[in-house]
């Protein structure tokens, strides 16, 4: 079970540890969605896509990804991840630093969430 859980616009995600200088989601984005376009000051992410396809930006770089594909988010990466398929995208992201969920730089953002 999780620790914590929020349904977002393109959805969802789940929290299963959060100890110390780590932290550990599983993350669904529903077909047709993506994440905003985003970044971090204060922690790094590594991804592992566990289910579906998709488009994952790091910078200006833009790579096919699917599942048994691994990702590194340096802190400070500018990234997002779109689901182009037909199925759910999941992802595992562990975090690594001071993982607080409102470390997050929205630069682009489908839904209107930009500051």
């Known amino acids: 079970m999780w620790l914590e859980a929020d349904n977002r616009p393109w959805g969802r995600w789940e929290e299963y540890l959060n100890e110390p200088g780590y932290r550990v989601k599983r993350i669904v984005v529903n077909p047709g969605q993506r994440l905003s376009l985003q970044k971090h000051r204060h922690r790094q992410e590594h991804w592992v896509i566990v289910r579906g396809t998709g488009l994952f930006t790091l910078d200006d770089t833009v790579t096919r990804v699917q599942a048994g594909d691994h990702v590194h988010i340096p802190v400070g990466g500018v990234h997002r991840i779109e689901n182009d398929g037909e199925d759910y ?3 595992i992201e562990t975090q690594l630093g001071l993982c607080l969920e409102d470390d ?3 630069l682009e953002d489908d839904y ?3 500051a």
């Open 89 to 91: 995208l999941v992802l």
């Open 104 to 106: 997050i730089v929205r």
């Open 112 to 114: 209107g969430r930009v």
